[in-house]
C-alpha cells in the first residue's frame, strides 16, 4: 500500500474496494478484518486509509479468521 505522495489514501482506498468487491470476499460482518476493510473502503480522506502496521495486522486478522473457519469445518 502506498504511504506517501499525492492522493495516497485515495490509491489504498481503490485497493480496499478492489479486495471488498472480490468474490472471496466474506462480507463485512465475517470479522474484524473484513470490517476494517469495508470501513477503509468507503471512507474519505486519508484519515482510516491506515498505515502499513494496520495492514498488516488486519491481514493477519482475515488469515487467521479463514484458517479457523476451516478447521472448525473439518471437526464437524
Known amino acids: 500500500m502506498p504511504t ?23 462480507g463485512a460482518d465475517c470479522n474484524e478484518g473484513e470490517r476494517w476493510l469495508h470501513e477503509c473502503a468507503v471512507g474519505e480522506g486519508a484519515k482510516g486509509s491506515g498505515t502499513p502496521e494496520t495492514w498488516i495486522k488486519m491481514g493477519h486478522v482475515q488469515h487467521m479468521n479463514f484458517v479457523v473457519s476451516r478447521l472448525m469445518g473439518a471437526v464437524e
Open 4 to 26: 506517501r505522495g499525492s492522493g495516497h489514501a485515495d490509491r489504498v482506498r481503490a485497493m480496499a474496494r478492489w479486495i471488498q468487491e472480490s468474490e472471496e470476499f466474506r
